[in-house]
């Protein structure tokens, strides 16, 4: 009985922990990551557009790295990828303390924003992975039983 009873305790708290709530949350983390790379991307190419007769094929390049990455992050952050959250939260990170040191309050705003947002989907899509462990190892366990 002792059994049992912890049996529907863990699964009542699994089913809990993957609500729709935490699935909402990882792909708005995901679509948020993705449109500021689009946002970013696009930016960025009308900034080098208009500086086209300054920069160098390698100063394009250099200008657009970081939109492109962020883009390809939220392409992998839609399909679950962990690491497709931090690279953009280090990349905000980064540039929240040169906005800091800049001064411009505005973009510091925005960009703690942005932060807070990924932090939270990137915490909700690790406890949904520990979770699918965890799942996987009763899974196991009541298949040896």
């Given at each position: 009985m002792g059994d049992n009873n912890n049996n529907e305790f863990y699964e009542k708290l699994l089913n809990e922990a993957k609500?729709?709530?935490n699935s909402v949350t990882i792909k708005w983390g995901a679509v948020l990551i993705l449109v500021l790379?689009?946002?970013s991307l696009i930016t960025v190419s009308a900034t080098a557009f208009s500086l086209r007769d300054f920069l160098?094929?390698?100063d394009w390049v250099v200008l657009l790295i970081?939109?492109?990455i962020i883009v390809c992050c939220g392409i992998f952050a839609l399909k679950g990828h962990v690491w497709a959250f931090v690279v953009p939260i280090i990349i905000y990170a980064i540039?929240?303390?040169q906005f800091i040191t800049?001064?411009?309050w505005t973009n510091v705003f925005l960009r703690v924003g942005v932060l807070i947002s990924l932090?939270?989907?990137l915490k909700q899509l690790l406890d949904l992975k520990?979770?699918?462990k965890v799942e996987e190892s009763m899974r196991q366990m009541s298949n040896y039983q």
């Open positions: 609500s729709s709530t790379g689009i946002i160098t094929p390698l970081d939109s492109i540039t929240l303390i800049a001064g411009q932090s939270i989907a520990r979770i699918a």
